[in-house]
C-alpha cells in the first residue's frame, strides 16, 4: 500500500520562508523520481520541482532561484523549501511519484499541504 503524507503548509506573511516534507511508505522510494505539483482553486495543476535518483533537480520558471526540492532517501522523505513566497504561491502542494520528466504525474500522489500567502 503506497502513500504519501504532505506536511508543513501553513499561511505565511509574502516574503516568508516555509519546508514542506512528504513521507513515502510502501514505495520503492530510493531509485524513483519524486516531484512537487500545486494547484490554486480554480487553477490548472502545476508542477513546481523534480528530483532524480541522481539528485538532479529541475524548476518551474515560476520558483527557480526560491524554492528548492531535496530527498533523504534513508528517511523515504522528499522536501520542498519555499523561500521569498508571494500570493501566487497560493496553493494546495501535493507530493508525487514521477516519471523521468517535468511536470507529468506518477501512480501515487499524497492528499495534499496548504500553502496560504498574504
Known amino acids: 500500500h503506497v502513500q504519501l503524507v504532505e506536511s508543513g503548509g501553513d499561511s505565511v506573511e509574502a516574503g516568508g520562508s516555509l519546508k514542506l516534507s512528504c513521507a513515502v511508505s510502501g514505495y520503492v522510494y530510493g531509485g524513483k523520481c519524486m516531484a512537487w505539483f500545486r494547484q490554486a482553486p480554480g487553477g490548472q495543476r502545476e508542477g513546481v520541482a523534480h528530483?532524480?535518483?541522481?539528485?538532479?533537480?529541475q524548476y518551474a520558471d515560476s520558483v527557480k532561484g526560491r524554492f528548492t526540492i531535496s530527498r533523504d532517501n534513508a528517511k523515504n522523505t522528499l522536501y520542498l523549501q519555499l523561500n521569498s513566497l508571494t500570493r501566487e504561491d497560493s496553493a494546495m502542494y501535493y507530493c508525487?511519484?514521477?516519471?523521468?520528466?517535468?511536470?507529468?504525474?506518477?501512480?501515487?500522489w499524497g492528499q495534499g499541504t496548504q500553502v496560504t500567502v498574504s
Open positions: 528530483i532524480r535518483q541522481s539528485k538532479r533537480t
Open positions: 508525487a511519484t514521477a516519471p523521468d520528466e517535468f511536470n507529468s504525474l506518477g501512480n501515487y
